[in-house]
T-cell receptor, first 114, second 113 residues
């Protein structure tokens, strides 16, 4: 069975500081992808970053980076230089390659303080 | 380049009624997935359509059904609505069964009273 766990229901960070959002996953499949999405209060899910299970380097997209530790089955999102507009819900998700459906965690609500 | 669109934005229904939600995928995408997101939770996969057929299904009862049209747009139908069906329904699209990135629409917020 596939499972995503996000243990931080809420996080606070000061503007311009970095923050790490935790995500652990469970799967017996060898080929899978890990994703992070941002969901503002408007409801739309915004794709942030992707990491493939066979990728040897950690993914980076602008201020977002994914700290992928395969042996520990963790895929933490690091946001550098936080901005007020980063305040939102953040979801970690996994897609097993043989099954084209996504499994989502319960999310972390990030609040950026001025 | 139009993204994923959904209609309606909000909907209020009564228990026992039926509802139809609509989704148009991002231009160039041919696969549509539907998710239910209850308040304070992550999205849960309902089902996925590709080439007008349901390809995969999550753990949802038969009251939830869908359809995909030749232009790749899709409908989600829910019969015999329950209070617990109140949620944000998200549609996502991607290209084919193998592509890894899904683009989500803004969702339809369904309230069942």
């Amino acid at each position: 069975a596939q499972k995503i766990t996000q243990t931080q229901p809420g996080m606070f960070v000061q503007e311009k500081e970095a923050v790490t959002l935790d995500c652990t996953y469970d799967t017996s499949d060898q080929s899978y992808g890990l994703f992070w999405y941002k969901q503002p209060s408007s409801g739309e899910m915004i794709f942030l970053i992707y990491q493939g299970s066979y990728d040897e380097q950690n993914a980076t997209e602008g201020r977002y980076s994914l700290n992928f530790q395969k042996a520990r089955k963790s895929a933490n999102l690091v946001i550098s230089a936080s901005q007020l507009g980063d305040s939102a819900m953040y979801f970690c998700a996994m897609r097993v390659t043989n099954f084209n459906k996504f499994y989502f965690g319960s999310g972390t609500k990030l609040n950026v303080k001025p | 380049d139009a993204g994923v669109t959904q209609s309606p934005t909000h909907l209020i229904k009564t228990r026992g009624q039926q509802v139809t939600l609509r989704c148009s995928p991002k231009s160039g995408h041919d696969t549509v997935s539907w998710y239910q997101q209850a308040l304070g939770q992550g999205p849960q996969f309902i089902f996925q359509y590709y080439e007008e057929e349901e390809r995969q299904r999550g753990n949802f009862p038969d009251r939830f059904s869908g359809h995909q049209f030749p232009n790749y747009s899709s409908e989600l139908n829910v019969n015999a609505l329950l209070l617990g069906d109140s949620a944000l329904y998200l549609c996502a699209s991607n290209t084919g069964l193998g592509s890894y990135e899904q683009y989500f629409g803004p969702g339809t917020r369904l309230t069942v009273t």
